[in-house]
């Protein structure tokens, strides 16, 4: 099975900042990966599909990037409402599996 | 405007079964695999499985595998998930959804005597 290492677990950010995070998978899976964010008491929200693009509506703040089996999502300037909690989704390859998440919070 | 609503969640001992469905809307469901997501309280998110369109072909994660059974009636427009012989770590909120775009409110099933 794809292993999604996620990381960081958490991050304390502040608004305006740029945020990193990211997801390694254990073997290759193409482009075959997605970015969801939850928010408390909400189903999850794909932000990009195919590790780079950008889902309809989602804000140009958020950025999806791949480098091998490493994936990135970036948040360039943080906003009030995006804190939540941020996973990853392979679908390369069954089981489908997704990172174990990473929260995010304002200080 | 494409909706999934579940239903058929509920409180069951270990052991029994309990069936999910998911009522589709807003788009033509037979173009379209679909899968179920789980998340235990407090914790992330896991795929359970997925069914092609036609649902001739499906996928489960190994510990569901021989329990679950996911299934379709496109002429209803209507996704399923049979659960048998429950265990407690099958207690989760249940999401439908068409992969992954768009994902349903989620049903609560809590496994428990």
């Known amino acids: 099975n794809t292993v999604m290492t996620q990381s960081p677990t958490s991050i304390f950010t502040s608004v305006g900042d740029r945020v990193t995070m990211s997801c390694k998978a254990s073997?290759?899976?193409?482009?075959?990966v997605g970015w969801y964010q939850q928010k408390t008491g909400q189903s999850p929200k794909r932000l990009i599909y195919?590790?780079?693009n950008r889902d309809a509506g989602v804000p140009d703040r958020f950025t999806g990037s791949r480098s091998g089996t490493e994936f990135t999502l970036t948040i360039s300037n943080m906003q009030a409402e995006d804190p939540a909690i941020y996973y990853c989704?392979?679908?390369?390859?069954?089981?489908?599996?997704f990172g174990a998440g990473t929260k995010l919070e304002l200080k | 405007e494409v909706q999934l609503v579940e239903s058929g969640g509920g409180l069951v001992q270990p052991g029994r079964s309990l069936k999910l469905s998911c009522a589709a809307s807003?788009?033509?469901?037979?173009?379209?695999?679909m899968a179920w997501v789980r998340q235990a309280p407090t914790k992330g998110l896991e795929w359970v499985a997925s069914?092609?369109?036609?649902?001739?072909?499906?996928y489960y994660r190994d510990s569901v595998k021989g329990r679950f059974t996911i299934s379709r009636d496109n002429a209803k427009s209507t996704l399923y998930l049979q659960m048998d012989s429950l265990r407690s770590e099958d207690t989760a909120t249940y999401y439908c959804?068409?992969?992954?775009?768009?994902w349903g409110q989620g049903v609560m099933v809590t496994v428990s005597s």
């Open positions: 959804t068409r992969p992954g775009d768009y």
């Open positions: 807003g788009f033509t469901f037979s173009n379209y695999y």
């Open positions: 069914i092609t369109n036609s649902g001739g072909s499906t």
């Open positions: 073997q290759n899976v193409g482009i075959n």
């Open positions: 195919w590790a780079s």
């Open positions: 989704l392979q679908h390369n390859s069954y089981p489908y599996t």
